[in-house]
């Protein structure tokens, strides 16, 4: 007696995508649909197309193998380790949404990250951010500049991004709200706004400023000032 034959469901048959066809689902699904910051979707753009495509393009999403990430851990020796781990992460965070999403069973690879070594940040001392500000004197905009970055600690997208609304030169204190990235306006680093204190010299600088009649208070006759 011959028994009834199993059915294969479509799901089984269906050959899965590779890395090339599945990037542009994993963009619009995954980094868009969970409205990443445009910067760090254009990161992953970038490391699709300049690391992921070319190594690994034509892969099978279940058929890369861990040897094949070890091997674009050694194309990728001329790098920083922090460099090569943002490679291996957006790969890693791809094939764990495919997982989620079905389109394979199981990552299949193992991907270690590199150790890395946390370098000390690099900083002006006081006579070189003096020298600095001295030289910026002559134009009021890059003043500006050098003492909301050197004496407010904004960071360069938080500068373009600062409006007259976040200043209030009464209390001598700076809303930190927004952001700026390639024309892209978004919430500071670290998903919320802060609030920090002018310095003397810093509440003059916005109170000669403040006749602009802009929006912004980097600007030009016509346009914000990017940097």
């Known amino acids: 007696v011959h028994g009834k034959q199993k059915q294969i469901k479509k799901e089984e048959v269906q050959e899965k995508p590779t890395v090339r066809e599945f990037a542009p689902r994993f963009i619009d699904g995954y980094a868009k649909a969970n409205r990443l910051k445009p910067s760090g979707i254009a990161a992953k753009k970038s490391i699709l197309s300049v690391h992921l495509i070319p190594l690994l393009g034509d892969k099978r ?27 291996l992460a957006v790969l890693s965070v791809m094939l764990r949404t495919a997982v989620d999403w079905g389109v394979i069973e199981r990552v299949p690879c193992s991907i270690k990250m590199l150790p890395t070594v946390k370098s000390a940040a690099s900083f002006h001392d006081f006579e070189e951010y003096e020298r600095l500000v001295e030289a910026a004197r002559g134009d009021l905009q ?9 004496e407010a600690g904004l960071r360069c997208g938080e500068i ?44 003059d600088a916005l109170r000669d400023a403040r006749h602009v009649r802009e929006p912004r208070v980097l600007c030009d006759a016509q346009v914000h000032v990017d940097i």
């Open 61 to 87: 999403l279940d058929a890369i193998q861990t040897e094949e990430v070890q091997h674009l851990k050694s194309a990728l020796g001329h790098r920083a380790a922090k460099t090569a781990n943002n490679v």
């Open 142 to 150: 890059t003043y500006l500049v050098a003492l909301l970055g050197g």
């Open 160 to 203: 373009m991004a600062v409006g007259w609304t976040d200043v209030d030169l009464h209390k001598r204190q700076l809303c930190v709200a927004r952001s700026e990235w390639k024309g892209h306006v978004t919430v500071p680093k670290g998903g919320r706004l802060r609030y920090v204190p002018l310095t003397k010299r810093l509440t």
